[in-house]
C-alpha cells in the first residue's frame, strides 16, 4: 500500500481542512513541534483505512477538533496498480461514522463493489485490498507513537518483546512452548516403552525371534492356501447357481414348447375345420353364381320380349294411357245408354197421359 494523498478537516489539531500529498515520493520526513499534528497525520491514515486508532482505540469520536460537529478524512492510495480513495468521517459525541470506498477507473472514480458505502462491507473491502488487517498494520507498517523510542533506547530483552508485539511473533512462542511440551511428553512415552520392552521381552532371543517369524510366515501361507481355497469354493458354488438357473430356464422353455405344440395342434384342426367349410361355401357359390347367371338370362329374354311388345303395341305409358281412354269412353256410354232408357220411359209416359 503507497499513500497518495490525505486530506482531512476537524481531526485533533487540524481544525480546517488540509491536504498532505505524497505522490512521487520515495522517501519523506514529518517533522514540526510537538503538539503540532505529526502523528495525527499517521493517525488519519489509520482511521480512514481501519476506522480505528492506537491511542483511542474505535471510541474515534474523541479525536473530533474541539467545537467541531464532525471529523472527516479522505486518503487516496495505490496498491499494485490498483488506486483507491477512501473517506471516513465521525460525529462528535456518539461518533456516528460514515465511509464511501471508490476506485479509479477509466479517469473517473466509481464505487469500489457492492457495500462500498456501508462501514462493515468497506472495512472488509479494504482489508482485502491492501492485505492486511488493522493488528497487522499498526505493527509490520505503522508503528503506534512512543513504540518506537522504546524500541530504540530499550535493551535486548525490551526490544525483542516490542519486536514481539508488533510483529504478532507471539503465535510463535506458543507454538514454541506447545513443542516443548509435546517433545517432553514424547520422551516420558519413550522411556516408559523401553521400560515395557525390558520388562514383558525380557527373554526375547533371536532364535525365539526367527522361530516366531518362520510361525508367522507359516500362517501366513496357510492363510493364502485357505483364502485360494475359499475363492474357488465360491466359484464353484457361482458355477452351480449359475447352472441351476440355466437348468430352471431350460424347463420354462420347455414348458412353453409344449404349450406352443398343443396351441399348433389346435390351430391345425381349425385350419382343417375351415378348410371344409370353405369349401362348402364355395359350392354355394358357384351355384349361386350359376343362378344368377340364369336369371341375368331370363332378364335379357324378357327384356327383348318388353322390346318386341312395345314394338308392336307401344310402350307400356302409352297401352296405359290407352286403357284409361277405353275405360272413360265405356263409362260415357254407359252413362248414354242410361239416359236414352230414361228417355224412353218419359215418352212412354208422356204418351200415355195424352191417351187419357
Known sequence: MRPIALRLKGFTAFRDEQEVAFDGLDLFAITGPTGSGKSSILDAMTYALFGAVERVGRQVGQLVSQGQPRMSVTLEFAVERERYRVTRSTTAGRGQTRILLERLEDGGWVQAGEGADRVREADALIREAIGLDYEAFTRSVLLPQGRFAEFLVGDAKERRAILTELLGLELFERLARRAGELRRAAEVEVVARERLLEQEYAGVTEEALAAAEAEVLQAEERERALAAA???????????????????????????????????????????????????????????????????????????????????????????????????????????????????????????????
Open 230 to 356: 475359499e475363492l474357488r469354493v465360491r466359484e464353484v458354488a457361482a458355477a452351480w447357481e449359475r447352472a441351476a438357473r440355466e437348468g430352471e430356464e431350460l424347463a420354462a422353455l420347455a414348458e412353453d414348447l409344449e404349450r406352443s405344440a398343443g396351441a399348433a395342434a389346435t390351430a391345425a384342426e381349425t385350419l382343417e375345420a375351415l378348410a371344409v367349410a370353405s369349401e362348402a361355401v364355395e359350392g354355394r357359390v358357384r351355384e349361386r353364381a350359376k343362378a344368377a347367371r340364369a336369371a341375368e338370362r331370363a332378364l335379357a329374354r324378357a327384356a327383348g320380349a318388353r322390346a318386341e311388345a312395345e314394338a308392336a303395341w307401344g310402350r307400356a305409358v302409352e297401352l296405359a294411357a290407352l286403357r284409361a281412354t277405353a275405360a272413360r269412353l265405356l263409362e260415357a256410354r254407359e252413362r248414354v245408354v242410361a239416359r236414352d232408357a230414361e228417355l224412353a220411359t218419359a215418352r212412354e209416359a208422356l204418351a200415355q197421359d195424352e191417351a187419357v
